[in-house]
């Protein structure tokens, strides 16, 4: 099992930037992806970006130039570089990593994007 810590989130005026970190207790190398999701308030949570074991990378359209997702086998970490960030990216953001039918989530950053 993993068990994963999500960090950075805060508070950004509308055009800033934040970076949020995943830090993983195991290897992520045996993850077939890792992902960050988002859920805002009274809404599901939703794809943010996901970057395959062989560095595939996929975004939300919404997040498309904006985000970029990485990953650092070495570190167990993955990351979310957020350039950009508009008041509609206000949420909690959840690091997933999936193994086959598999999915581990950590317990959510809060981001906020407000002037």
């Known amino acids: 099992q993993v068990r994963l810590v999500e960090s950075g989130g805060g508070l950004v005026q509308p055009g800033g930037s934040l970076r949020l970190s995943c830090a993983a207790s195991?290897?992520?190398?045996?993850?077939?992806?890792m992902g960050w999701y988002r859920q805002a308030p009274g809404r599901e949570r939703e794809l943010v970006a996901t970057i395959t074991s062989g560095g595939t990378t996929n975004y939300a359209d919404s997040v498309k130039g904006r985000f970029t997702i990485s990953r650092h086998n070495a570190e167990n970490s993955v990351y979310l570089q957020m350039n950009s960030l508009k008041p509609e990216d206000t949420a909690v953001y959840y690091c997933?990593?999936?193994?086959?039918?598999?999915?581990?989530w950590g317990q959510g950053t809060q981001v906020t994007v407000s002037s």
């Open positions: 997933g990593a999936h193994r086959f039918l598999d999915t581990y």
């Open positions: 195991g290897s992520i190398f045996s993850m077939n992806a």
